[in-house]
């Protein structure tokens, strides 16, 4: 039985609708949490996308976040531009790109990553210890959700 053939239950309806909202929400917060650069949501997704494995094709880089190849490549043109990455031909096929990341582009991620861990501390000090415990023990069951939706893909 594949996963489409599977009806879900109306508590996993439920638990996956809650899920989805809630991270949706925690993600738009994280994204909105940045330094003073003048750095749209999209150039700092994609810089922390390339930043992740330091250098990557731009195909496989359009397919891990979801954006076509048309404005992935105005995006790392924009980035380029800052410095922040660089471009380069495949040495064995010049249709093929590379995007890597310079040093200045890991300084920002390191920027931007320490930012929103320091939103995270803010929001966990709100928490008690009862919920720091439960978000602890669900953490690896998380870890499992983004693993399988990865596979999936």
């Given at each position: 039985m594949t996963d489409a053939t599977i009806t879900p239950t109306e508590s996993e309806t439920q638990l996956a609708e809650q899920f989805r909202v809630a991270f949706g929400r925690l993600n738009r917060s994280l994204r909105l949490t940045h330094t003073d650069t003048d750095l749209p949501p999209s150039q700092r997704e994609v810089l922390m996308a390339v930043a992740r494995v330091k250098s990557l094709r731009l195909s496989d880089l359009s397919q891990e976040e979801g954006i076509n190849p048309t404005m992935l490549s105005r995006i790392v043109a924009k980035l380029e531009a800052s410095g922040l990455v660089t471009r380069t031909p495949d040495s064995e096929d010049a249709r093929i790109m590379h995007v890597a990341v310079t040093p200045s582009g890991v300084a920002l991620r390191d920027t931007i990553r320490g930012e929103r861990t320091d939103a995270l501390h803010?929001?966990?000090?709100?928490?008690?210890?009862e919920e720091?415990?439960?978000?602890?023990?669900?953490?690896?069951?998380?870890?499992?959700?983004?693993?399988?939706?990865?596979?999936?893909?």
């Open positions: 803010y929001a966990l000090r709100h928490l008690t210890n720091k415990r439960a978000l602890a023990a669900a953490t690896p069951v998380l870890e499992k959700i983004v693993a399988t939706l990865r596979e999936r893909q």
